[in-house]
């Protein structure tokens, strides 16, 4: 059974960095798609799309956060990081990860989330 854990978020202020890790067990962590999801205050129905990585170690990321967040892996570690910079009050949310695979042309994801980590910003 897929199981996801989260850390690395907090309180920070505008315009300030943080790194979110999170390892991953009970998948097939080197060929799946790893991504980071978001879920926001204003929000509570779904988790938006923040950024992937695919197994092959190419990226997306949403229009909102490109350009800010990078997404990284350790396949040995099975751990996926997701490294945020240029913070803004709109980014307060919590992160989430989740392994994804192709089923035809839709990625598909694991039914299981984990806790999820808290990023806050404000000053």
């Known amino acids: 059974q897929a199981r996801f854990v989260e850390s690395g978020g907090g309180l920070v202020q505008p315009g300030g960095s943080l790194r979110l890790s999170c390892t991953a067990s009970g998948i097939e962590f080197s060929t799946s798609i790893m991504g980071w999801y978001r879920q926001t205050p204003g929000n509570q129905r779904e988790r938006e799309f923040v950024a992937r990585i695919f197994a092959g170690g190419s990226m997306e990321y949403a229009d909102s956060i490109k350009g800010r967040f990078t997404i990284t892996k350790d396949n040995a570690a099975n751990t996926v990081f997701l490294e945020m910079s240029s913070l803004k009050p709109e980014d307060t949310a919590v992160y989430y990860c989740?392994?994804?695979?192709?089923?035809?042309?839709?990625?598909?994801?694991?039914?299981?989330w984990g806790q999820g980590t808290q990023v806050t910003v404000s000053s």
């Open positions: 989740n392994a994804g695979h192709y089923v035809g042309a839709t990625i598909q994801l694991n039914d299981n």
